[in-house]
């Protein structure tokens, strides 16, 4: 299995960028699916993006559509989601997740294989 560490979270205004990482250790991490979600204080975990093993196919909540980008690079075991737009609804916890079947199935988080710790991202008004 791989192990998650995403970083790059923080303090922002509205309508702000942040770009989150997620470096992952251990072997096979090019045969994983990855994807984000997040939880807000008092609400359950949702799904945010997913990226096929080989970059080839994505998805996104409809909430984040056209304003988020999740992409990986295999060669550095990193996947990420550039978040441009902020609101402050997008206040949360943002965990990245490792999954190593269908692509799809990633949007539901009883699928997910692996948990990174989380990094918390807080969008001022």
């Known amino acids: 299995q791989v192990q998650l560490v995403e970083s790059g979270g923080g303090l922002v205004q509205a309508g702000g960028s942040l770009r989150l990482s997620c470096a992952a250790s251990g072997r096979s991490f090019s045969s994983y699916n990855m994807g984000w979600f997040r939880q807000a204080p008092g609400k359950e975990r949702e799904f945010v993006a997913v990226i096929r093993w080989d970059g080839g196919w994505t998805d996104y909540a409809d909430s984040v559509k056209g304003r988020f980008t999740i992409s990986r690079n295999n060669a550095k075991n990193t996947v990420y989601l550039q978040m441009n737009s902020l609101k402050p609804e997008d206040t949360a916890v943002y965990y990245c997740?490792?999954?190593?079947?269908?692509?799809?199935?990633?949007?539901?988080?009883?699928?997910?294989?692996?948990w990174g710790q989380g990094t918390l991202v807080t969008v001022s008004s």
């Open positions: 997740a490792a999954d190593s079947g269908l692509a799809s199935r990633l949007r539901t988080s009883a699928y997910v294989d692996v």
